[in-house]
């Protein structure tokens, strides 16, 4: 499989940005969008293990006393921050990592609950059938929708 990889100049990383509802703030090359938490790698498989991030995105961002380069993966819903280690040693040529990759969850911690037909006929939400699931998030609006007959 072919995987492109799209370079986001700052004008359009600022437009995608400020569309996702499920960021409070986009933050800067410096700093991580809010709001973000620590996440574990169960978490962040549960997510990059079923599909590919629409976006990748590289920032230098203060770490405790530190600047540290990590990625940020943007995904449908929601994105992660993943921090590489830096304590490694080289044996035998091979690189052995002293401690685990970082991960943060970026973005809302989502609270979906699924609308009815009248309640999207309300909010100005297509609703499919009784096959079509549509939710929102109580915390930040968030709407997905899928359909649940395939």
């Not at 940020?72 to 280690?85: D, S």
């Not at 685990?100 to 297509?126: N, T, V």
């Not at 499919?128 to 915390?139: F, P, Q, T």
Request: aromatic content about 14%; some cysteine.
């Amino acid at each position: 499989m072919l995987q492109k990889l799209v370079h986001i100049d700052e004008k359009k990383s600022e437009k995608i940005l400020s569309e996702i509802d499920w960021i409070t703030d986009p933050g800067d090359f410096n700093h991580l969008p809010k709001p973000y938490r620590k996440a574990t790698w169960h978490e962040y498989w549960h997510v990059a293990g079923r599909s590919r991030p629409d976006y990748t995105e590289f920032r230098q961002v203060q770490i405790g006393k530190m600047f540290r380069s990590l990625t940020i993966e943007w995904y449908f819903n929601c994105a992660f921050a993943i921090l590489q280690p830096q304590k490694w040693t080289l044996k035998e040529g091979k690189i052995h990592w002293q401690e685990s990759p970082k991960y943060y969850l970026i973005g809302c911690d989502h609270e979906y609950r699924e609308l009815s037909h009248q309640e999207c006929h309300e909010a100005g939400i297509s609703h499919y059938g009784n096959c079509w699931h549509v939710n929102r998030c109580d915390k930040c609006d968030h709407v997905e929708s899928y359909d649940s007959s395939d």
